[in-house]
Structures are given as structure tokens and as C-alpha cells.
């Protein structure tokens, strides 16, 4: 180990990544805002199938590029939309000045200004020679981003449904668009007509049929009672109004004639304009988990109902439809797209469909004949507080309508017949991610006239009336076969071609299309990261792990698994168990037996995974979410444990004002980690005061510099005081003991949120530890702290006159200073400065101490004072004229 001095010690000699000096949160939010409510439009290679928290691309895309350059050398960067011609002002600038001097904006990041490398983010940058690792790799996000740096990226997940998302967005930059046209159109020839003829129903305004957008059912249950037969109205709203006249005014329900009829205001009681029956929309006969007989009366559990009656009924009770041949002919809009009552004809057309699916034997191979895996989330629990076996749920199948297994299954069997496979992937992703639209878990939200789709929570939920929607699709509705196939079309075409969005001084900007597609060269498996057994083989681990129980993803992704199983168990060995692999998922999931303890086991033996991966100068960058405290001891802790240093921490979402006052809040993170050989041992004492001086060095250079909140600032100091701590992991003593990381953390909080607690003493401690102090250093130490230059000058802890000196034990204008004060009249004025600087004088001469210290006491600030002072100046006198006695048996 090289021989080197202060907070390198320990460490090999490897370059300190720009992602390790700063990170432009500021700049990163900026875009985050926008495209975390226009995804769709910013990368549409993520929206081609759900994935659970999914991180946003452009968070990925600073990380990568804040966490791969390193060497200029390796660096090219292209002008997007210019093929192939790198730019003479980037990279090899001869003179070495220019702005675009990638060795310069490389050098020029740090924490006061991280921006200089942010020039490139809207550039088509490559980095030669780095391969990165996301062995969490979800969707992807991390992987996708990545490669269009370059790097050849290499990803794992545990889970087979992530696993089959991730390899698609990966090829779809090899992907021939017009290919996938070809082959739906051959699946649309095959089966469009036989489904769509499920979802006509006659035209309200003309003598013609209409295509249903959405037929809306309402679940059933008999009164217990008198027998009858309620409908499970949470109020009677159909669909709000959009056009002309109809603006504002609601659709509703009748109870009394079922027709749909339209009021201005559905929170009061209203005349039924068919029937005059009068009526309060808003009042609907199912809450809080009862319902009450509109015949009767009678009040009964929802549940209990259900376990007895042996499931809901289902009754048809409206439509919104869309008319074709009314548009053709120019009608007003009102008429061409609205909501209708369900005749006999619509009723009939559902009896229809279900007479056609019981009878076809031959497509059940493709629907799902799995039962619903009992779990946390599927079945009642603390965490979702749904649970699907209540609602008369058993298989996967009872989640759908009979026309929707009908229609399901012939699109299934149809895409099963493309050939070529990268082609039915596609087609069957696209199919995947429609299933989340069409099933009977699918609620409608009246006030924005949209369905809602299953996974709005992260479990799943049961809505009293299901929207069932057009499986094929028309002219409008979201979610339908259709409109996600021209998602996934995006996403291809934005794959070979990507552009980058970001925001330049208030303005929206688009870079033209970049020359590097995703994803040229990457390798995926699926597995449990744990039993990875690479060995020094990655540049980088970019990764976003499982966050103790925030989804349960092997539980929600069954529910594209088991439809997706059907056609991948052939060629793909990991779809062929029944479910998603739970056990060896790391989550802390009760029905699982493993609490968050475990959770916490299990990252750390990922970590170790991780440590083993990466050469020696590697980087492991991941986000996390922040809650409290403890989770973040015990996140350094294992890091630690397992070899790695915390070299840095950053924000990445907004709102943190809370975090500062302490109180429980949880936000996300970038933590930045390296591998590191060997801690060096530390005294609490001596460490704490780096500490400090660390947390109040970061905090005033951002001040200065950077327009943060508080909050902000205090996540970054944290990152600033663990990389500290990390290089002395295991080996801090305090009171003889070593501390835990987790104790620490607690130090490093109190430390943050009472940064203003930095005074005086401080400022002179950190004095008394620089060599050859200047009044500019009172003045630099001073900034961001409680102290000030005057408060130090008036109590001479420096002193102007004949030069600059400081206000040492042994110096006489400030010995007159004190000694005044201890006798005159303030002496309970005495600061503990002052008090330790006396005894220490009177030690110094030999005369007696105990009276002092007997008349003054001794407290844990006073005791700890003399041990901060002690260990900078190297006497430990400051300790021993306390005395060895402890503070309790003092006085007695
Ligand atoms: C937070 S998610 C990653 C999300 C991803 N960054 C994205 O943007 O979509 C964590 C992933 O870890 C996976 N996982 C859980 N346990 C695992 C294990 N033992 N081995 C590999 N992957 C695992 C989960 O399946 C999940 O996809
Ligand atoms: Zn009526
Ligand atoms: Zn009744
Ligand atoms: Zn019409």
C-alpha cells in the first residue's frame, strides 16, 4: 500500500469519477419533472409493457454518463443527427483549452459545479471498453441507457417476466419496423373481424351498429333477506360529458327504467327524464364494504356475501360506444362517441360470445389454467389490504368475462402462428401489456371518461363495476390490441433511432435523431443475482435493487406470466414453473416468511455478488429509497461489511424540506460505492471531527454555489460524511468500543439536521488543525456555520496585532481574557472553551485544578470538548485535568 497522507490512506491510487465529485441534480430534475408525465413521448421504448417502478430514463442517462467517462481518451461524441462525423471541438482539442475539451469538462466537474459535463448529455456520446453490469435489471432502464453510451451491458432478474421485457427493448433497435407491420396485418386479417363482431351494438342515431368501446358491468349480490338482487352501485355516474351541449353534465344510470339519461348535476337528487323517477345519483347502495337491498333495506358484508352466494353475479348496465358511419357523415361528436343504455341485443351478444367459448375446446391451450398462487398481495394482508380470493377469485382465468377468454385466446393462438420468433415477441409483448386493460379488474373513472388499468396500485384491486373494453380495438378507447401495438411500434422506431429531450434555460428542447441505437451489445440471464459468479469482470454495476416489501413482484407479474408462460415454456427453460420464482425473490414478504430482516441479509449476500464483480478500481452506483435512519445504517452498514466505500450520495426527487427537521420522509437516492481494500482504524473522537468539518464543508460550498433546498444539501453532506466513515469501517473506537456503522449513521443524522450547531469552538478546533492559520481561514471556516469572525476576535481565540495568532492555551491575550472573566464577576459566562484553556494553563504551572473543576463540573459536553482537543493538538492534559472520576459519583 502506497504511503500517502490524510483521507486517502488505505486506498490504491484510481480515478475519482465525476459521478464521485457531483451530480446535476438540479438539471436532472428539471427533465425528470416533464417526462415522468409524458414517458410515452420522451422514450417510448419503456412504455411498450408495464414494469413496477420503473426508474426514469433520463435519471439512467445522467448516471451513465456521470459514472462511465473516465478516461478522455475513450471518449467520442457525435453531434446527433450528423452520421458518424465526430465533432473537431470535442475530444482531441490539441491546445487543450477549448470548452468542449472532453479531458476538461471530465476535470472541471465537482461539487460546486457539476454541470460542465452535463454539456454532453444531449450529445451521442461512446465510451470505449466499458462493460456494466444491472444484475436488478427490472425494465431495463439502467441496461438501455447504458448501451447507448456503448458499453456492452450485461443484466439479470430474478424474475422471468422482467427477464423477456428488458431482452425486447434490447433488440428492438436490431428490429425491422416494416416486419412487425407485415405481421400484424396478417394477424388483423386472421382474427380482427372475429373479435370486433363481440363488440357492436346498434347505433343510437341511425339505423346501423356502432362499435363498443366499453361495455360497463356492475357486480351483484342477493339480499340476503328478501332475495332480491342488488347491483353494487357506488353512485350511478355512466361517464361524464365532453362535447357541445353535453359538456359538464353527467350520464347517469336509472335505477328504476335502467336507461341512461343525462343531468346537470349528479350530486343532487334529479328527475329521470325517461321514466320521471326522481332520484340522487350520488347515492349508491354499496360503502365500507357493505351493501344495502334496494327492495328491503337489509345492510350485509360484501365479502361474507360473496363466500355464501359463492361470487358476484355480473350485470351489463350501460355502453360508451363509437360510431363509424355517424362520423363519416359528420355528426356532431356528441353523437358519434357517447354512452347508451344495455338493450337485450347487448346482453344477448355476451350470452353469445360465452355460448362460443364453452363450446371451443380448442383454444383453452391458450388461456391460463393456473389458480391464483395464495401471497401477500393476492390475499388480504397488511400490505395491500385487497385480497382477490375474498371476491370470489380463484384462477387467473376468473379475472376475465367470457368474451374477453373468447377473444384473448384467438389473438393468442393467431400470434402464436407468426413465424418469426423476434416478430411474435413483439406481437406477444404487445399482447401482454393489453391484458392489464382487458380484464374485469378494470375500472372506469367517470370524472375523466378513461379506464383505469389493473396496476394503478401495485396490487390488485376489486372495482364494483368493471369497464370491460374493446380487446381488438376502434377507433378510440385506450389499452385496446391496437393502440399498444402502436406503442410498441414507438418504441422500436425510437430504438434504432433515439433523440434525447432536455431542458436548456426554461425551454424544451429535442436533439435530432442520435446514429447509435440501443442495445448492440448486451447479454441477459435469468437467475437470482446471488448465484452470479463473475469475477472482476465489470467496469460499473448500475443498478436500482428491491427495496424491502415496496412490490411484491413476483406475486403481480404472475398476472402477465401465466398468459406469457403459454408461449415462451417451449423455448425459454424459465417459463416453464407454473408461477414467477418466489423464494429466492429479495423482498421482505410475510406470506414468504421473511420479515425485514431478512430482506436486509439477502441484499447484503447481493452486495457481496456485486463486490466480486467488479475489477478493482470498478464503481457500483444504484438508486434507493430513502425512509428513515435505520434503513440507511443498515445499507452503509452492509456495503461496508461486504468491502465497499460510500463515496458519495445524491437526491434525486424533490419535496426533502422534511428530511431536514428530521421527521420520517421518503425520497429516492443515488448512492455512489467503491471497492475499497482496507479500513483504517479511528478514534469517534477524532473521526467526528472530520465529520463535521466535512458536513460543514460540503454544506457551505453548496450554498455558495448551487441553488439546493436544505434538503438537498443535507443528503449530499450525508454522502460526504459517509464516505468518511467508510474508510475506517469496523475500526472506530468510541469509549473502547468499536462502533457500529448503524450507530454512526445515527451520529452523522444529528450531526446534519443540527449543522447549525457548528460554533465557535468548532471553528477553532478546525483552526487549531490547520497548519500556519490565516484570517482567511477564520473566514472560510467560519461560512455556513454559527460562528463569525468577530465572535472569535472579541474572546481573542485570534488575535491581529502583531500578525495573525491564534488564541492558543498558552497565549497571552486571550489567557488575560479568560482569567479576567473567571474573576470577575460573570464567571458563570464561561464558555467550555474557556474553562478547558484555564485548567490547562493552571496544569501547565502546576497549580491546583480540582477546586475549579468541582466548582464548575463536569458534563458530557465538557468531557467531550477536552477529548476533541486533546486529539487535534495531540495533548491529552485537556482530558486528564477533568480527572478519571465519571460524571455520576461526581460531588458526592
Ligand atoms: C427495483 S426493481 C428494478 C427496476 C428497474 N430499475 C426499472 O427501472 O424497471 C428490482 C428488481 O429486482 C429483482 N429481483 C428481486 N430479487 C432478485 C434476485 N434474487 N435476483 C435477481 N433479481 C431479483 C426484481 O424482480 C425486480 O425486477
Ligand atoms: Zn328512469
Ligand atoms: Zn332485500
Ligand atoms: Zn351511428
Request: hydrophobic residues 30%; charged residues 30%.
Amino acid at each position: 500500500m502506497s504511503e500517502q497522507s490524510g483521507s486517502s490512506q488505505g486506498r490504491q491510487e484510481r480515478t475519482e469519477l465525476p459521478i464521485e465529485r457531483g451530480f446535476p441534480i438540479e438539471r436532472v430534475n428539471e427533465i425528470a419533472a416533464k417526462e415522468g408525465r409524458a414517458k410515452m413521448y420522451y422514450r417510448p421504448i419503456y412504455t411498450m409493457h408495464k414494469w413496477w417502478a420503473r426508474r426514469l430514463g433520463c435519471v439512467f442517462r445522467a448516471i451513465s454518463l456521470y459514472t462511465m467517462l473516465d478516461d478522455p481518451e475513450k471518449v467520442s461524441v457525435f453531434e446527433p443527427g450528423h452520421e458518424g462525423s465526430t465533432l473537431a471541438s470535442y475530444g482531441d482539442d490539441a491546445d487543450g483549452k477549448s470548452d468542449f475539451d472532453v479531458a476538461s469538462l471530465l476535470e472541471r466537474v465537482d461539487m460546486t459545479d457539476p454541470e460542465s459535463l452535463w454539456e454532453l448529455y444531449p450529445k451521442d456520446v461512446r465510451v470505449e471498453d466499458k462493460k456494466i453490469l444491472d444484475p436488478f435489471m427490472g425494465g431495463g432502464t439502467s441496461l438501455v441507457e447504458a448501451s447507448r453510451f456503448g458499453a456492452e451491458v450485461v443484466g439479470n432478474d430474478l424474475n422471468p417476466v422482467a427477464w423477456f421485457v428488458t431482452k425486447k427493448e434490447l433488440e428492438a433497435g436490431q428490429t425491422d419496423v416494416e416486419e412487425l407491420e407485415e405481421a400484424f396485418e396478417q394477424v388483423k386479417e386472421d382474427v380482427a373481424d372475429e373479435i370486433t363482431q363481440y363488440y357492436k351494438t346498434p347505433c343510437p342515431n341511425g339505423d346501423h351498429d356502432a362499435d363498443v368501446m366499453y361495455n360497463f358491468w356492475v357486480r351483484e349480490l342477493d339480499c340476503v333477506s328478501c332475495g332480491h338482487t342488488v347491483p353494487l352501485f357506488k353512485d350511478y355516474r355512466v361517464g361524464k360529458g365532453r362535447y357541445g351541449d353535453n359538456k359538464g353534465t353527467y350520464s347517469v344510470f336509472c335505477p328504476s327504467c335502467e336507461s341512461v339519461v343525462s343531468v346537470d348535476d349528479w350530486q343532487n337528487e334529479c328527475a329521470c327524464n325517461e321514466c320521471g323517477n326522481s332520484f340522487d345519483p350520488s347515492d349508491g347502495n354499496v360503502g365500507r364494504g357493505n351493501y344495502h337491498c334496494t327492495d328491503c333495506g337489509q345492510k350485509y358484508s360484501v365479502t361474507d356475501a360473496v363466500a355464501e352466494q359463492d361470487g358476484y353475479g355480473l350485470s351489463l348496465y350501460a355502453l360508451e360506444y363509437y360510431c363509424g358511419t355517424c362520423d363519416d357523415q359528420g355528426k356532431e361528436r356528441a353523437a358519434v362517441k357517447g354512452y347508451k343504455r344495455a338493450e337485450k341485443v347487448d346482453r344477448d351478444l355476451a350470452q353469445e360470445a360465452r355460448k362460443e367459448w364453452e363450446e371451443a375446446d380448442e383454444l383453452t391451450q391458450f388461456v391460463p389454467q393456473s389458480e391464483i398462487a395464495r401471497g401477500a398481495i393476492t390475499e388480504s394482508s397488511s400490505i395491500s389490504g385487497n385480497d382477490l380470493f375474498q371476491h370470489g377469485l380463484e384462477d387467473w382465468t376468473d379475472a376475465y368475462s367470457p368474451r374477453q377468454l373468447l377473444c384473448l385466446s384467438k389473438l393468442l393462438q393467431s400470434i402464436s402462428e407468426v413465424e418469426n420468433e423476434n416478430v411474435r415477441e413483439y406481437l406477444l409483448m404487445a399482447f401482454s401489456d393489453m391484458l392489464r386493460t382487458n380484464n374485469m379488474l378494470v375500472g372506469y373513472e367517470h370524472s375523466n371518461n378513461h379506464i383505469n388499468h389493473i396496476f394503478n396500485t401495485n396490487s390488485f384491486d376489486v372495482p364494483q363495476a368493471a369497464a370491460e373494453a374493446n380487446v381488438w380495438g376502434t377507433e378510440y378507447g385506450m389499452g385496446t390490441f391496437q393502440s399498444i401495438w402502436d406503442m410498441v411500434i414507438s418504441g422500436v422506431e425510437y430504438a434504432s433511432a433515439p433523440t434525447e429531450r432536455w431542458v436548456d434555460d426554461g425551454e424544451k428542447k429535442e436533439t435530432p435523431e442520435f446514429a447509435k441505437p440501443i442495445g448492440e451489445n448486451f447479454t441477459l440471464s435469468q437467475g437470482d443475482m446471488r448465484k452470479l459468479d463473475y469475477e472482476d469482470e465489470f467496469d460499473a454495476v448500475i443498478s436500482d435493487p428491491p427495496y424491502y416489501d415496496n412490490i411484491i413482484y413476483s406475486e403481480v407479474s404472475d398476472f402477465f406470466y401465466v398468459w406469457l408462460r403459454l408461449i415462451l415454456k417451449d423455448e425459454y427453460e424459465w417459463f416453464e414453473p407454473e408461477y414467477t420464482p418466489r423464494t429466492e425473490s429479495i423482498v421482505s414478504n410475510p406470506s414468504e416468511g421473511k420479515d425485514v430482516e431478512d430482506f436486509e441479509m439477502e441484499l447484503r449476500e447481493g452486495f457481496e455478488v456485486v463486490h466480486e464483480s467488479l475489477v478493482d478500481d470498478g464503481v457500483l452506483t444504484f438508486t434507493y429509497h430513502h425512509s428513515d435512519s435505520e434503513s440507511w445504517g443498515e445499507l452503509l452498514e452492509s456495503l461496508c461489511d461486504v468491502g465497499f466505500e460510500v463515496t458519495a450520495t445524491y437526491p434525486i426527487t424533490a419535496d426533502l424540506h422534511k428530511f431536514i427537521s428530521g421527521e420520517a420522509v421518503s425520497f429516492d437516492i443515488v448512492v455512489v460505492a467503491r471497492p475499497i481494500d482496507d479500513t483504517e482504524p479511528a478514534s469517534w473522537n477524532s473521526l467526528r471531527r472530520d465529520i463535521y468539518r466535512t458536513a460543514r464543508r460540503t454544506r457551505t460550498q453548496l450554498e455558495e454555489n448551487r441553488d439546493l433546498s436544505r434538503g438537498d444539501i443535507g443528503v449530499m453532506e450525508m454522502g460526504a460524511c459517509f464516505h468518511e466513515y467508510s474508510k475506517h469501517h469496523g475500526k472506530v473506537q468510541r469509549d473502547g468500543e468499536i462502533m457500529s456503522a448503524k450507530e454512526v449513521v445515527q451520529e452523522i443524522y444529528g450531526i446534519i439536521q443540527e449543522a447549525s450547531d457548528i460554533g465557535v469552538e468548532d471553528v477553532f478546533i478546525d483552526l487549531l488543525d490547520t497548519s500556519n492559520p490565516s484570517f482567511d481561514d477564520v473566514n472560510k471556516l467560519c461560512r455556513g456555520t454559527n460562528a463569525n469572525p468577530e465572535d472569535l476576535k472579541e474572546t481573542h481565540l485570534y488575535n491581529q496585532d502583531d500578525g495573525f495568532e491564534l488564541g492558543t492555551w498558552d497565549n497571552e491575550k486571550r489567557r488575560a481574557y479568560i482569567e479576567e472573566r473567571v474573576n470577575g464577576e460573570g464567571g458563570d459566562h464561561l464558555s467550555d472553551l474557556d474553562k478547558l484553556q484555564f485548567l490547562r494553563y493552571r496544569y501547565e504551572k502546576g497549580k491546583a485544578v480540582q477546586n475549579y473543576v468541582d466548582k464548575w463540573g463536569v458534563d458530557d459536553d465538557l468531557r467531550e470538548l477536552a477529548g476533541r482537543l486533546a486529539d487535534v493538538t495531540g495533548d491529552d492534559a485537556y482530558t486528564r485535568v477533568l480527572g478519571d472520576r465519571d460524571i455520576t459519583s461526581y460531588g458526592e
